[in-house]
């Protein structure tokens, strides 16, 4: 079975910077470059949105909300992704899943006071 371990969330000011982490210590490399993954983000009273996504083969796509600020990348070495975020803004705030294909992670709260 998968497993997701997200890290580096927490409370940041307007303007600051957080990196979340996913690790997928358990997979096998060739489990962890097999699938697209990617990071959500959910608020309270708002719908899930996807925040930014990585195809196998590296290509990348954001929402427009964090494009410019906001990078998704990963180390297949360490079977890790990260999501670099940067200028972060109130509106960022969030409860923030990775996810392999179709596997989650348990979610990292980001909070950005206004």
């Known amino acids: 079975q998968v497993y997701l371990r997200e890290s580096g969330g927490g409370l940041v000011q307007a303007g600051g910077s957080l990196r979340l982490s996913c690790a997928g210590s358990r997979m096998i490399l060739s489990t962890f470059v097999s699938k697209p993954m990617g990071w959500y983000r959910q608020s309270p009273g708002k719908e899930r949105e996807l925040v930014a996504r990585?195809?196998?083969?590296?290509?990348?796509n954001y929402a427009d909300s964090v494009k410019g600020r906001f990078t998704i990348s990963k180390e297949n070495s360490k079977k890790t992704m990260y999501l670099q975020m940067n200028s972060l803004k109130p509106e960022d705030t969030a409860v923030y899943y990775c996810?392999?294909?179709?596997?989650w992670g348990q979610g990292t709260q980001v909070t950005v006071p206004s």
């Open positions: 990585i195809e196998r083969g590296g290509t990348t």
């Open positions: 996810f392999h294909g179709d596997d």
